[in-house]
């Protein structure tokens, strides 16, 4: 090969041709080093034929390769996926292929370091610390500041046992192997559906075959314990497996699971981990050395070379739709990935989304279903509150009802969850003497109240201000109005009313890391926690067997807006956090507060029809052509110039397409309006389903220029129309 094809870490190019100088080797999947004008790039070596419309250029124009990188090549399967996602989500294949070289520091090939071990020999001068320190670290081995904190003295008394010869130096690779999961760790014991369920994918996972099966199983049926031996089974196989979970704060209850299985921890993948960290787990992943890995929806783009097993837990859940950057759905790139790699895909979920449903009714899924709780559990019982009939006190969000029951679960010694899906303490706040209201300077966006951290503080940008003392309008003081109710005023008043009980707010604000998350199931697991306050981040995956009471504060929240999956949503929501209560030998109850008590949904909840609210949402979503029967694009034009937005959004508006099957909406003014600074418009393109949307979007857009400053991404599938 004299000459290659590479696609560099630059978005705004497509691949080019570089020459491969004398004596050098290069195969597609390869990383490489070449220079872009004045500085060397990264790449990665392409099939020459995977991008015919890109014209050759003469070899006498070609500049050569600077070098190859000690890592192992891209596989060809991950390869593919790149170029369907680039494909299907009309994104450039560099910004695809960025996510796959994840770590660059794991490019440098292999790294030491240089630790410490004890010898036997006793120094010269045995002081009371030195003797304390070899004490302590017995015969393990470790940095200078690690055997420092084993033998809780000074960096400077262990370099003093190095010079005295107690202590050894040893180099030693910073890419240490992780250890293996053992498959027969422990043998576990399943219910008759579980062990048919988990007969059932073991067979695929014997098969090495692509087939996607939907795991549908009500809360606490046991769906991780049954997947679990599908992954056991390939471990046996010598293969790779991948979960994602939708939250990071889900990370380590999961590894507490998992070691419990297994036998130790598999390797993590999230955006909270160190540097090292993140470079140790790519470089174990790309060599086949990392077994099992457990990470947020970026960890489907590593090199795996042998994965055999895929499992999306949770599946339902649209967090794991990407919003910014490249806006892929994991959920769907998973199973385009197991279609590459020829491995099984398990959908776990107890409230699987119609589009995975409508999969399973034309036969492209396989569906494995767990209709009860495991252990005899009941699910627990489900109790609407009216509140037009039966309102809180004044001044109150709690209906009595659910104050009585909240009063008997404390009485008993069990635990409560109280339900709302809004961070901070409220959601405005105004001046009352004015009317002043609080809106975040760069975003169209009312500023939320945090009380625990006394500041302002806006959900879409992060910006925030320290609470003001007066009206920065009228300067009135002692006039500031908290409207509405967050998770942080809904602790409140549990305080009032229970002054004795232990509570816990659990949100992004207070679990934002798997460690915090960890101290959380530890204190509720303990029985350090009565009573739990918390938003979407409780509704899934904990398992606490004392926690019999759930309250819904207002189911009403996630049904306005015009959203269209607005009504499946709230369902999946409420089910999964009704599944928190009642998982042990107790029974559960659940209050749900409603003011709208005569909407489809609700009725579902109360009367615990699923199936009918799911058979009158996707009869609803057939007559609108909506997805899964239709098709979304969502093009958003932004710019800091709002005039230069405006007019961009409408030149591309005026040159929109025109064909059967196919209609353009807008370009409006987007709901949110300005987001970070920059001014927003919308248009939303509908198309039924065997139209050739991207090619279309694609050539409809390729016929206009913008301006540099004018930012114009395209949205497949969109799940977010705000």
């Not at 050759?56 to 891209?74: E, H, K, M, T, W």
């Not at 947020?296 to 339902?316: C, M, Q, T």
């Amino acid at each position: 090969m004299t000459r290659a094809r590479i696609i560099l870490l630059n978005a705004a190019l497509g691949p080019l041709d570089y020459r491969v100088p004398h004596g050098m080797s290069v195969e597609p999947g390869q990383i490489v080093v070449a220079p872009l004008g004045p500085r060397p790039m990264i790449g990665v070596v392409w099939e020459a034929d995977r991008f015919p419309e890109v014209a050759p250029v003469g070899d006498n124009r070609l500049r050569p390769i600077s070098g190859v990188l000690d890592a192992p090549p891209l596989p060809a399967s991950l390869r593919r996926l790149i170029e369907w996602t680039a494909d299907y989500y009309l994104a450039p294949p560099a910004a695809v292929l960025r996510m796959a070289l994840a770590s660059m520091s794991a490019l440098d090939g292999e790294k030491t370091v240089v630790e410490y071990r004890p010898t036997g020999a006793v120094p010269d001068r045995l002081t009371p610390q030195r003797a304390q320190a070899l004490e302590r670290i017995g015969e393990r081995q470790g940095l200078v500041r690690e055997l420092a904190a084993l033998g809780e003295v000074s960096d400077a008394v262990i370099r003093g046992l190095v010079k005295q010869g107690a202590l050894e130096a040893v180099e030693v690779s910073t890419d240490q192997p992780y250890p293996d999961p053992d498959p027969d760790f422990v043998t576990v014991t399943l219910s008759a559906d579980q062990q048919a369920a988990a007969d059932r994918l073991t067979e695929h996972v014997r098969a090495h075959a692509f087939q996607t099966v939907l795991l549908d199983g009500v809360t606490g049926s046991g769906k991780t314990e049954v997947y679990f031996e599908a992954l056991a089974e390939t471990l046996r196989q010598g293969k790779q497996a991948l979960v994602l979970l939708p939250e990071i704060a889900l990370t380590e209850p999961f590894l507490d699971r998992f070691t419990a299985r297994f036998g130790c921890e598999p390797v993590p993948w999230h955006s909270g981990l160190k540097q090292s960290d993140r470079r140790r787990a790519w470089r174990a992943i790309s060599r086949g050395e990392a077994q099992v890995v457990v990470g947020a929806r970026s960890a489907l783009f590593l090199p795996y070379p042998k994965l055999g097993l895929i499992i999306v837990d949770e599946a339902h859940e649209t967090s794991f739709k990407q919003e910014e950057g490249v806006r892929y759905h994991a959920r769907d790139v998973a199973v385009m990935r197991g279609m590459f790699e020829s491995c099984p895909i398990i959908l776990a979920s107890a409230t699987p989304a119609i589009e995975t449903r409508h999969q399973v009714a034309l036969g492209r899924y396989e569906e494995i279903a767990l209709p009860s709780r495991f252990g005899g559990a009941e699910l627990p019982e489900i109790i609407g509150l009216d509140l037009t009939r039966d309102p809180p006190d004044r001044g109150r969000w709690l209906a009595p009802p659910l104050v009585k029951a909240m009063a008997e679960t404390l009485e008993r010694g069990e635990q409560s969850l109280l339900f709302l899906n809004r961070r901070g303490y409220a959601p405005l706040t105004l001046c009352r003497h004015c009317g002043h209201r609080f809106q975040c300077p760069h975003c169209t966006a009312w500023m939320v109240e945090h009380r625990l951290t006394r500041r302002l503080a806006c959900h879409h940008c992060g910006h925030s201000i320290p609470t003001p003392d007066a009206c920065p309008e009228c300067n009135e003081s002692d006039a500031l109005v908290a409207c509405g109710p967050g998770v942080e005023r809904i602790a409140d008043e549990v305080k009032l009313l229970f002054p004795q009980a232990r509570t816990a707010i659990v949100t992004s604000d207070t679990l934002w890391s798997p460690a915090r998350a960890a101290a959380f199931v530890r204190d509720v697991a303990g029985g350090a926690v009565d009573i739990i306050i918390g938003t979407q981040l409780v509704t899934k995956g904990y398992h606490f067997p004392e926690l019999t009471l759930v309250g819904v504060v207002d189911a009403d929240l996630g049904l306005d807006g015009g959203d269209l999956r607005a009504a499946e949503r709230t369902y999946q929501q409420i089910m999964q956090v009704s599944g928190r209560a009642g998982r042990g030998e107790k029974p559960g109850r659940v209050f749900i507060q409603t003011r709208a008590a005569e909407a489809p949904v609700i009725h579902a909840l109360l009367d615990g029809d699923g199936a009918r609210f799911y058979a009158m949402e996707t009869e609803s979503r057939r007559i609108a052509n909506a997805p899964p029967f239709g098709r979304f694009a969502a093009i958003i034009v932004s710019d800091t110039d709002g005039a230069l937005a405006r007019e961009t959004a409408q030149r591309i508006g005026k040159i929109a397409p025109h064909q059967d099957g196919l209609d353009v909406y807008g370009p409006a003014e987007a709901p949110l309006a300005v987001l970070r600074g920059r001014h927003r418009f919308r248009l939303l393109v509908h198309a039924r389903r065997g139209v050739d949307l991207q090619a279309i979007v694609r050539k409809w857009l390729g016929q206009i220029d913008w301006k540099s400053t004018t930012r114009v991404s395209v949205d497949i599938d969109p799940y977010s129309f705000v």
